[in-house]
Each structure stands twice: as structure tokens, then as C-alpha cells.
């Protein structure tokens, strides 16, 4: 998912999912299995060094320990993509989010971090 105000950020993270769902295909009959951990907003250090705090985006920050815990299991049923820290709210907006308009969605996000928006 795009976004304006942490691009590089996010493209790493999109990059690392493309990347790891390529791999998944190439070692397949190896034994070797992958699997792509994409987590929500957790709470770590990271909200308070960006100032992210008051943002409507960590307002439900979930803990390391839950989103490992999640990538674990997930890991074990053999999912490619493993999807984490995600409220029950923001799960059909995660599912939605590739079919909406590029425009309208990194709008929606903007607002998301925009300081105050936790409100």
C-alpha cells in the first residue's frame, strides 16, 4: 500500500513481499518453505521516534510478542503471506485497499498520519 508521508518505508516493505513471494515459487520441491510476515502497527520505540503517537494509524498499536506469535503459526500452516497486528476493522479495509483507487487510498492514509488525527 502506498504512502505519502513514509515512501521508502513502505516501498522497502512492498519490495519485501514481492520478494518473498518469488522466492516461495522458486524453491518449491526444495523443502524449503517461505513465508511473508506483513504486520500491522505494533508498539515499539518507532511510534515516539516518529512522533507517531497522536496518529490515527497507531492507535491500536498490538504488541511484538502478539504479531510474532501470529507469524509463527502462520509460518507452521505453511501461509505465504501472513498478515498480523490487524483490528477487526482494519482487516476488510486491508483486503479492500488493492482495488481502490491509488488517489483516494493515499489520501485516506495521509489522514491516518496526520498528527492529531488519533482524536
Not at 524453491?27 to 490515527?56: E, H, K, W, Y
Not at 491500536?60 to 501461509?79: F, N, R, T, W
Amino acid at each position: 500500500m502506498p504512502d505519502p508521508l513514509q515512501a521508502v518505508y513502505y516501498a522497502t516493505k512492498a519490495y519485501a513481499t514481492s520478494w518473498s513471494n518469488a522466492l516461495w515459487h522458486e524453491v518449491q520441491g526444495t523443502g524449503v518453505t517461505v513465508s511473508c510476515l506483513m504486520p500491522g502497527a505494533m508498539q515499539t520505540g518507532f511510534i515516539n521516534r516518529g512522533d507517531l503517537s497522536s496518529t490515527q494509524l497507531f492507535a491500536h498499536a498490538v504488541s511484538p510478542e502478539g504479531v510474532a506469535k501470529a507469524g509463527y503459526e502462520g509460518m507452521i500452516e505453511g501461509k505465504l503471506n501472513i498478515t498480523a497486528g490487524l483490528t477487526a476493522a482494519q482487516k476488510p479495509f486491508m483486503k479492500l485497499a488493492p482495488m481502490l483507487p491509488k488517489k483516494m487510498l493515499m489520501n485516506n492514509v495521509y489522514k491516518m498520519q496526520e498528527q492529531g488525527s488519533r482524536k
